[in-house]
């Protein structure tokens, strides 16, 4: 079956780092485009950034340009996150899915688990 197992969450300060990944298993990786999503509590789930594996085109959300970077490891199916610079407003349950190449939730078929991202300030 599909799966998706997103980890490399924590507790880290303001302008700290961390590096998310989500490996994949069940399914065609190139066949789908890995997304990062998040969602704070009290708020709607927001897309942060996503890859196109097969043509390595990425996209980010305005929040997040400049800070964080997506990339993959096709031999491994494995998609991660570098988060450098976090920011308190970065605080939010972390999912990785397996959809459509857009930064909206509604066009992923699969989802992870979610790893938690806290940052104090």
């Known amino acids: 079956d599909v799966q998706l197992q997103a980890s490399g969450g924590g507790l880290v300060q303001a302008g700290g780092s961390l590096r998310l990944s989500c490996i994949t298993s069940g399914f065609t990786f190139d066949d789908y485009a890995i997304g990062w999503f998040r969602q704070a509590p009290g708020k709607e789930r927001e897309g942060v950034s996503c890859?196109?594996?097969?043509?390595?085109?990425?996209a980010y959300a305005d929040s997040v340009k400049g800070r964080f970077t997506i990339s993959s490891d096709n031999a491994k199916n494995t998609v991660y996150l570098q988060m450098n610079s976090l920011k308190p407003e970065d605080t939010a349950v972390y999912y990785c899915?397996?959809?459509?190449?857009?930064?909206?939730?509604?066009?992923?078929?699969?989802w992870g688990q979610g790893t938690l991202v806290t940052v104090s300030s």
């Open positions: 899915a397996a959809g459509d190449f857009l930064l909206h939730a509604w066009g992923y078929d699969y």
């Open positions: 890859i196109n594996s097969r043509d390595d085109i990425t």
